[in-house]
């Protein structure tokens, strides 16, 4: 999904995601997270 600027989209808990930047310019962007049970879960072990 592309967003353009001033576009909000919401992730679901448990919705595994990945923010990248396919521009050439700079990117800005705030991530509002939530403290609980979905707070940080790993998709694979560390090594």
């Known amino acids: 999904m592309n967003l353009k ?3 909000v989209y919401a992730v679901r ?16 962007f705030l991530v509002l997270q939530g403290v609980g049970e979905y707070d940080y879960v790993p998709l694979a072990a560390s090594r």
């Open 5 to 7: 600027p001033g576009e």
């Open 13 to 28: 808990p448990t919705r595994p995601h990945l923010v990248t930047n396919a521009s050439t310019t700079s990117l800005t």
